[in-house]
């Protein structure tokens, strides 16, 4: 039964990572159907593959394929372009003092610099490695088609490029286009369609924006208008400054629960962007189970005549055994506070960034009313007496108040690959091995399924984790770990 689990939770895993797969066989039969009812040749369905995705039919992923399907559909117009060479390529049209970004040069080889001057077809190019003398013939031209995020189109040349935007001399003046702005692009060397070049040294930032380092968000809310939905929640950004969420674990469970999360502070520069959010919690039926199995470590179970003392977590009992009988779930709250900054990295590979925040809940109030007073251990044997155990809540003074504090780290590697970490206080919280959190996930430890609650583990109100977050694609990615729930997965719907 536990193989099956944990096979059903790579299954999983498996089948939302290969959503942009290689292209199904039943899609390239339909391509080419509608190619040839087209009236388009076998070279000329090659040759617009390759000008448009840079691959052949065999090698576009699922997502481009339907692409296709749907421009063939609608009666797209596909030419054979002819093979261009050295000569055929286009030479720059526009060259200016002042411009500085990456050239690339018809000899194949690319400067990254600022021209200093033009004079008499002789271009003096200003490059980390010295200033050259080159003609302006061999330079390429290098055009662009952007579409940022409200859907507008700009053409033309492109005059400069920093790490945050690129300049564009269009058809009616320049433009300045926000990379964090952009939605699609497509950069012409020469003429031709670059799908193969990719500054690897140098990004923005990574492909993953984060709103949460494992189980603590940040700062920066959801995008708005989009839709996510991770392994213990869903949400939706309806601005770019409040989102809400809500646990749907706990829905299922008969607990409709409200997550709403405010951006009320943010500031953004090209080197570096800070916010601070407010976050709230509203859960209209709250599990007492799930209250006493998170703080199972700091309700005592003593046993008079021995003087022998247990914490539940400890004990062989579960959460629900000491509660009273028909006691109701109770309206739970929670707010917490949260400070981020994010800043371009000093050696150009994308960004860093910090989250500190903080947690208090209403869980403990009227705490003392759910329990028993007493519970029985009875004797498996007849020649062994019951044991009876005392309950009540610890009277240490760190677990007045529910609370937890967190510092949590991100950090690009590349622009699909982070490096995540997080250290924390939290007088709730226990280490659990992959099989416990399993049995929690699923709700085979008498708590709620979809949910991490279990009344087992190891007391450990000081700790930290760290991983890395690997970035599928723009929509997908998932993440690995070393603390619950040791895998995560994150899964988004822009402009949903």
Request: aromatic fraction near 12%; charged fraction near 25%; proline fraction near 2%.
């Amino acid at each position: 039964m536990r193989l099956n689990r944990y096979l059903a939770l790579v299954f999983l895993t498996a089948s939302l990572m290969a959503q942009d797969g290689t292209i199904l066989p039943g899609q390239r039969s339909a391509i080419l159907s509608l190619a040839q009812s087209n009236g388009y040749s076998t070279k000329d369905l090659e040759s617009y593959l390759t000008e448009s995705y840079g691959k052949q039919i065999n090698n576009l992923t699922r997502t481009e394929g339907a692409e296709v399907i749907r421009a063939l559909q609608a009666g797209i117009e596909v030419r054979r372009a002819p093979a261009n060479t050295n000569k055929d390529l286009e030479t720059a049209s526009l060259l200016e003092p002042g411009m500085k970004k990456l050239f690339h040069l018809r000899d194949g080889t690319i400067r990254d610099g600022e021209i200093l001057s033009v004079e008499d077809d002789l271009v003096v190019l200003k490059t980390a490695s010295g200033t050259f003398n080159i003609p302006s013939d061999q330079f390429l031209s290098e055009t662009a088609d952007i579409t940022n995020k409200k859907g507008e189109l700009f053409k033309g040349v492109v005059l400069g490029e920093t790490v945050e935007e690129f300049i564009i001399r269009t058809a009616f003046g320049d433009a300045i286009v926000q990379k964090r702005d952009i939605r699609t692009m497509k950069r012409y060397h020469g003429g031709v369609l670059d799908r193969q070049y990719e500054e690897k040294r140098k990004f923005y930032q990574g492909a993953a924006q984060l709103i949460h380092i494992f189980m603590d968000p940040t700062a920066f809310p959801l995008a708005g208008n989009t839709f996510y939905l991770s392994g213990l929640s869903v949400g939706y950004g309806l601005t770019d400054n409040f989102m809400v969420t809500t646990k749907f674990g706990s829905n299922f469970s008969g607990d409709l629960n409200f997550h709403p999360r405010m951006r009320f502070y943010h500031r953004k520069s090209a080197e570096k962007e800070v916010a601070a959010t407010l976050g709230f919690g509203l859960h209209r039926a709250y599990s007492i189970n799930s209250i006493i199995a998170k703080y199972s470590h700091a309700i005592t179970l003593t046993n008079q005549e021995s003087g022998y003392e247990k914490t539940l977590e400890e004990s062989e009992f579960n959460a629900g055994d000491i509660l009273k009988d028909k006691v109701d779930n109770i309206l739970y709250a929670e707010t917490y506070l949260v400070f981020s900054s994010r800043s371009v990295n000093p050696t150009g590979r994308g960004k860093m960034g910090w989250s500190a925040g903080a947690k208090v809940s209403n869980a403990f109030m009227n705490r003392d009313t759910w329990r028993k007073d007493e519970i029985t251990l009875y004797a498996q044997e007849t020649a062994d007496a019951d044991s009876i155990f005392d309950i009540s809540w610890s009277g240490e003074g760190k677990y007045k108040v529910p609370f937890r504090c967190w510092l949590s780290l991100e950090y690009d590697l590349r622009t699909n690959l982070k490096f995540v970490g997080s250290a924390w206080i939290d007088n709730g919280y226990k280490t659990l091995k992959l099989s416990q959190t399993v049995d929690d996930y699923f709700g085979l430890d008498d708590s709620p399924s979809f949910s991490l609650d279990s009344p087992r583990g190891d007391a450990s109100m000081i700790d930290f984790d760290f991983g890395m977050l690997y970035a599928v694609n723009d929509n997908f990615r998932v993440g690995i770990h070393f603390q619950q729930p040791y895998i995560d997965f994150y899964w988004e719907f822009f402009e949903f």
